[in-house]
């Protein structure tokens, strides 16, 4: 019985799987809005590996343009007020965005996905003290947490990095929390515990591939959350320091020059702005195409 | 509605918002007092002077007495310290004065919100899958993904630039001129602060109301030969309300956060421009004291929150 | 007889759903007549509501009534204006609804919404008020004065339904079309709603219609009946004769599966065999043919129309008008209708 149990648990780790995958693919690409942004970010994140070898000017070379130069053939975008040029330290800019984006979604999801995965199904004492943390997390101000953190441990990308993922990682956990509790239930899972499946084998194999979707979708959501907040701390000077730019702190020392040099401030700020709004229709998207019943 | 066991509720919740915001005092200070470098040091103060100062914050001391002083103060005086930078400075009034500044920019910040995203949410369920809620949803996207920090850039190009070179200055909206608190002043930083959350509060709003406008008893109201106003406001509006009163927690800590950021824009002498001059300043003292007012306001307004679905909803009781 | 209040004429209600046009209510035509209590019977899904809804124009999305005429007081009420629709509804004809759980607003109290249906109509707040607590008292809820300030889920079911045809009341409508109002309660207390119902409609001299799948309910409280099939009236007669002689092989299988008295209480009905029509892809003929011991060869490819098969009595079925042809002509054939006769099921003598 035990032997024939784990046959049929190896054969269908996961049931709806394969076609649920292609059925997402091609609602995606039916949503125009998302289809678009897809487009954006892709191009965005061209620009940003772009930069690495090739940028127009040196992004911290002053002087280079009158300062406040609107924009021109020479600089596309204009000069800031120190004669450094927009576009270069626009995609400079780009590149820490993406960096602080993915790079905190990815470590939401170790983080996240293994604290949830673990206090879902073992819960007792495990769950208890998981959803305390979570739920006292909930009721500070997770961007004024993430200030004084970076405060504390000074400005540096990797500490912004560590800030964020540190306030942020409980959506993450809690989501996947209650993906594993309810799963953990389901035939496919119980018939694996009766075949002597390690848990390890069973949080992994089964349980992690079904949750996917899911995560997906949530850390497609977390990025923007997490640039956003890039942005608000490099804007109040606590983030990203001189001379490298980010779009928060590129806004925040445009908005000096409001009245006579428009462009500083606009441009981080459009960028930053369709870069969000690129990010949150995908994550409607692949919502929307994972999970077909939380259309309207 | 003020039942005893909802009296009893209040107490408890009250005690219970005063220990978290004692956890989270102790949190701040405990984590920012052991670290070295402070605003003492910035100030390139040598010797016999730094000793002296030291003194006087009582900085010399061991950390746990330090916290013990401090959280007797805290505990029996609400005495929150004095300014590291300014010194003589208390920061408790300071604070306090500080708060009710922003506590009106906040106020007018979350009835715009809530406002806004009511009408906008209702209206587009009521128009559901028309070119009215089209644009309404898709416009939610960009609104909740616009930084409030670009909102305020915008709405300063076109109310403070664009309207003062077209009216030769006559008619414009001044940036940081001394905040006096009008609502002439009020009204940009607020739009600013809620329009983000409006956007949620709208989506929220119609996904709640295409929910409550397929119940039985919408369709008894419809029968009864009501106005359909009256069915959408009194009985639908009421009953979609529900849901969406979870987003006030989150919507206070939001506009919180974001004052930190729009007060610095606009100039407004509140809380939040404390905050972010202390964290620049290296003003532990402030941080510290700032970061439990906050803590107490979200408390308070969680517990708001919680009172407002009893007059809501009857089935709550607590 | 006096003139009907309402004339219902040729009514057709259409849903467009995904999967293509569904004509719930297909040419349904009746009369009311004043104070009468009449029943509408038939399967779930044979139209009932939707017939009752369109009469009030009160079918949600995505129906819509797409033909005939629902006349009352000499205007059809189809035609009328958004605006002149509401002031029919509930002040000259109310609707109770099936599930008073969800049928009452559970934020606000049931008082006020019994209030608000008489303000909706020009009455003041205060003779309101003072006129919910005497109705609450008519319908029989003990401590009526202090039962207007509960809510919907302070009260019971029965208390709910009670409070529900209280409001059905309040503007002392000539009409009270009461939706399944018993289906959700319990069996003693629907004996007690049924029994208020009967009196208030023998009282005020409302007119009644009441919708039921339950044959037993009709017996106890209406005068005449409505047998709905499919979108379709398949018969039509005075509750005596249809219960004594069916002439629709429909009625008759409706009045075989009435539950016994000492049947389970959740079974509601003993299930007609044969499955229910899509009405997405109806039967050809007779709608009923698929399912019908009788059926005949025209009953698969022509639809049978409503026609007098005895005083009073309309029916929609060639098997009982081919009878009646055949009987007029040859009086002493072997009467073989269905039901025909006392006891003698017409499944033996086919
Ligand atoms: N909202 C709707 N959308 C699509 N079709 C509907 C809708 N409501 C009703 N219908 C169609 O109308 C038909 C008749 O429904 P109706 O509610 O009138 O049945 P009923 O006789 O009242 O049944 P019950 O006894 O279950 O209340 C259904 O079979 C269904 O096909
Ligand atoms: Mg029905």
Redesign the pocket.
């Known amino acids: 019985m035990a032997t024939a149990a784990a046959v049929v648990a190896r054969e269908i780790p996961s049931p709806e799987q394969a076609s649920l995958w292609s059925d997402a693919w091609r609602r995606l690409r039916r949503n125009r809005m998302a289809l678009i942004s897809t487009i954006y970010l892709v191009l965005l994140v061209l620009v940003a590996l772009l930069a690495i070898f090739y940028t127009p000017y040196r992004m911290s070379a002053v002087g280079i343009a009158p300062t406040y130069s609107g924009p021109s053939q020479a600089h596309l975008l204009g000069a800031d007020g120190v004669g450094r040029d927009v576009l270069s330290r626009l995609m400079i800019g780009a590149q820490i965005s993406l960096i602080v984006g993915v790079g905190t979604q990815l470590l939401v999801v170790v983080v996240g996905v293994t604290v949830g995965l673990l206090a879902g199904y073992y819960r007792g004492w495990l769950d208890s003290v998981v959803t305390f943390i979570i739920n006292v997390f909930y009721g500070i101000p997770d961007l004024l947490v993430a200030l004084i953190l970076v405060f504390l441990l000074g400005p540096s990308l990797t500490n912004i990095i560590i800030a964020i993922v540190v306030t942020r990682w409980m959506d993450m956990a809690r989501m996947v929390r209650g993906q594993t509790l309810s799963m953990r239930e389901r035939e496919f899972i119980e018939a694996a515990r009766a075949s002597g499946a390690k848990p390890v084998k069973i949080l992994f194999g089964h349980i992690l591939p079904n949750a996917l979707g899911p995560i997906i979708v949530q850390a497609t959501f977390g990025v923007p959350a997490a640039i956003l907040f890039e942005a608000f701390l490099s804007f109040l000077g606590v983030g990203i320091q001189p001379p490298t730019p980010s779009w928060g702190s590129m806004a925040a020392d445009g908005i000096a020059a409001l009245r006579i040099a428009p462009h500083i401030v606009l441009a981080p700020s459009i960028a930053l702005s369709i870069t969000l709004m690129a990010f949150n229709f995908l994550g409607d998207g692949l919502r929307d195409a994972l999970d077909p019943r939380s259309r309207r | 509605m003020l039942t005893r066991g909802t009296l009893i509720y209040i107490g408890q919740r009250i005690v219970l918002i005063a220990f978290t915001v004692l956890a989270v005092s102790s949190i701040v200070f405990l984590g920012i007092h052991r670290l070295p470098g402070d605003a003492l040091f910035s100030e390139h103060l040598h010797g016999q002077q730094y000793e002296l100062l030291l003194h006087h914050y009582h900085l010399d001391e061991p950390l746990w007495i330090q916290y013990r002083d401090y959280l007797t103060g805290v505990v029996t005086r609400g005495d929150l310290g004095e300014s590291l930078v300014n010194k003589g400075v208390q920061i408790t009034p300071l604070v306090l004065r500080e708060l009710t500044i922003s506590a009106e920019v906040g106020a007018f910040a979350l009835i715009f919100t809530i406002g806004l995203g009511l009408v906008l949410g209702v209206v587009a369920a009521v128009r559901q899958n028309t070119w009215v809620d089209y644009v309404l949803t898709t416009t939610s996207v960009i609104g909740y993904s616009m930084p409030n920090f670009v909102i305020a850039t915008f709405l300063l190009l076109v109310f403070a630039v664009w309207l003062g070179n077209q009216t030769d200055g006559a008619f414009y909206y001044q940036i940081g001129g001394g905040w006096t608190g009008s609502i002439g002043q009020i009204w940009l930083p607020a739009f600013a602060l809620g329009f983000p959350y409006a956007s949620i509060v709208a989506r929220l709003t119609r996904a709640s109301m295409l929910e409550v406008i397929r119940q039985d008893y919408i369709r008894t109201a419809r029968a009864k030969g009501l106005k359909e106003t009256v069915i959408m406001v009194r009985h639908a509006l009421r009953n979609a309300l529900i849901p969406v009163t979870t987003i006030l927690g989150p919507l206070v800590i939001g506009i919180i956060t974001g004052s930190v950021i729009i007060e610095n824009i606009f100039g407004i002498p509140g809380l939040g421009k404390e905050f972010a001059q202390s964290i620049l300043n290296r003003d532990y003292a402030i941080v510290i004291g700032v970061f439990t007012m906050y803590a107490a306001m979200v408390g308070v307004a969680n517990l708001g929150v919680d009172l407002l679905y009893v007059l809501i909803d009857p089935r709550i009781r607590y | 007889m006096p003139a009907p209040i309402l004339q219902v004429r040729d009514l057709r209600t259409q849903f467009l759903t995904d999967g293509g046009v569904v004509t719930a209510v297909d040419g349904v035509s009746f009369d009311l007549f004043p104070g009468e209590s009449l029943g509408i019977v038939g399967e779930s899904g044979s139209g009932?509501?939707v017939t009752a809804l369109s009469l009030l124009r009160l079918v949600p999305d995505p129906g819509r009534v797409v033909g005939g005429k629902v006349l009352f007081r000499n205007q059809d009420l189809l035609q009328l204006s958004d605006d002149e629709i509401r002031q029919i509804r509930g002040r000259d004809i109310a609707m109770i609804f099936?599930d008073p759980q969800s049928s009452l607003n559970p934020v606000l109290t049931t008082g006020f919404q019994i209030a608000e249906a008489m303000q909706a109509h020009g009455k003041a707040k205060a003779e309101a008020n003072a006129r919910t607590v005497e109705l609450l008292k008519r319908v029989r809820i003990p401590a009526a004065e202090s039962r207007v300030k509960d809510f919907p889920h302070q009260l019971s079911g029965g208390m709910r339904q009670r409070a529900m045809i209280a409001m059905g009341l309040a503007n002392a409508p000539s009409i009270l079309i009461a939706?399944?109002p018993t289906t959700a309660l319990d069996v003693t207390v629907q004996a007690q709603i049924l029994e208020l119902l009967g009196d208030l409609n023998r009282e005020l001299g409302a007119a009644i219609v009441m919708?039921t799948h339950n044959m037993g309910v009709v017996a106890g409280l209406c005068s005449r009946v409505i047998v709905m099939y499919a979108g379709h009236i398949v018969e039509e007669g005075p509750v005596e004769e249809i219960f004594e002689r069916p002439q629709h092989p429909y009625t008759w299988s409706l009045l075989r599966s009435i539950p016994r008295v000492d049947a389970l209480r959740h079974e509601r009905l003993r299930s007609i065999e044969g499955i229910a029509p899509d009405l997405l892809r109806p039967p050809s003929g007779c709608r009923f043919h698929p399912r019908c011991p009788f059926r005949i060869e025209r009953c698969f490819t022509d639809e049978p129309t409503l026609e007098e098969v005895a005083t009073n009595q309309r029916a929609a079925c060639w098997v009982t008008m081919e009878r009646a042809r055949r009987e007029m002509h040859a009086d002493d054939l072997l009467d073989i209708r269905p039901g025909a006769g006392s006891g003698v099921h017409p499944g033996e003598q086919i």
């Open positions: 009932k509501s099936q939706d399944e919708i």
